[in-house]
């Protein structure tokens, strides 16, 4: 069955990094478009970045560009988000998305990764 795991969230200072993973199984990871998405509390899920099948024109929501770099291993079915000068404001459940390119809808979601900046 098609599944899609995050892994790599934690508590980091403010100023700090923190790389997160989301590992793809059970359909062509390789087809697919990734998203990272991220929820805080009391507040709705909004986009972070994208990166096409081919691994090319990442795109990010304004606030972490500069400081968040989206990337992916089709070989390893995994894309990562790789997220330095981190703020507390930054603090969200991560959520890593897979949708077909020929479709704005997501396919697939994973459960999410926690990450917390905190001095």
């Known amino acids: 069955q098609v599944q899609l795991v995050e892994s790599g969230g934690g508590l980091v200072q403010p100023g700090g990094s923190l790389r997160v993973s989301c590992a793809a199984s059970?359909?062509?990871?390789?087809?697919?478009?990734m998203s990272w998405f991220r929820q805080a509390p009391g507040k709705e899920r909004e986009f972070v970045a994208e990166i096409s099948w081919a691994g090319g024109s990442p795109l990010y929501t304004d606030s972490v560009k500069g400081r968040f770099t989206i990337s992916r291993d089709n070989a390893k079915n995994t894309v990562y988000l790789q997220m330095n000068s981190l703020r507390p404001e930054d603090t969200a459940v991560y959520y890593c998305?897979?949708?077909?390119?020929?479709?704005?809808?997501?396919?697939?979601w994973g459960e999410g990764t926690q990450v917390t900046v905190s001095s």
């Open positions: 059970g359909f062509t990871f390789s087809n697919y478009y």
């Open positions: 998305g897979a949708r077909s390119p020929a479709s704005q809808y997501y396919n697939y």
